[in-house]
Each structure stands twice: as C-alpha cells, then as structure tokens.
C-alpha cells in the first residue's frame, strides 16, 4: 500500500516556474516506478512525466518536452515535476502515480495503481 501525496500547485503567469512534489509513504521497501498526469476540465487524464525506480529512464508527453524535467529522490521517498516555460494550455489537476513496474517508465493510467489526491496548476495569459 502507497499513499502519495502532491505538493506545490498554484497560479503562475504565462511563461513562468512551478515545481511540483509528491511524497510517498509505503509500507514495504519495494520499488516503484512513478509517473505524473494531468486532467483539465472537460478533458481525459493526460500523461505528463515518468521515470523508472533508478531515475535512470525517462519518458515525457510530447506537449511537456523540453519545458518539464521529473525526478525522484529514492532516500527521501520523493518524486518531483519541475515545469518551466508554463503555457495557459498547462492548467490543469496534477496527479502523482505510482506503478509496480520499475524497469521502465509507464505512460498509461492503467499501469499504474496507487494515485495522489492531486494539486491544482493555473497558469494565466
């Protein structure tokens, strides 16, 4: 069992920074591989970030690339979303995730089965 919980979700300007958190508390030592996605209003949940338990692997969606970095910190039980460049089109309800598959990083919801209660972005034009 896996809680997550997010951190760090706010309102920024076009083009500015928000870095996100997630903490997570298990109650075994076994490895985990973690994710972030979004949902906007009205629209389906949408990958944004993953990475694999060594950090050593990563994947982003094609509308983050470049602007977003995720990371983790295993020691601390930690996972985090870095989001520069922030575009309007980025509010949204950030979700943190975790999967049981660690070896490479998951884009799809189903692969993933603990989830955030997640924290909202704004980012106004």
């Known amino acids: 069992q896996v809680q997550l919980v997010e951190s760090g979700g706010g309102l920024v300007h076009t083009g500015g920074s928000l870095g996100l958190s997630c903490s997570a508390s298990?109650?075994?030592?076994?490895?985990?591989?973690m994710g972030w996605f979004r949902q906007a209003p009205g629209k389906e949940r949408e990958f944004v970030a993953a990475i694999s338990w060594t950090g050593k692997s990563i994947y982003y969606g094609d509308s983050v690339r470049g602007r977003f970095t995720i990371s983790k910190d295993n020691a601390k039980n930690m996972v985090f979303l870095q989001m520069n460049s922030l575009k309007p089109e980025d509010t949204a309800v950030y979700y943190c995730a975790a999967t049981g598959i660690t070896y490479l990083p998951q884009t799809q919801e189903s692969d993933y089965v603990y989830w955030g209660q997640g924290t909202q972005v704004t980012v106004s034009s």
């Open positions: 298990a109650r075994t030592s076994d490895p985990y591989g």
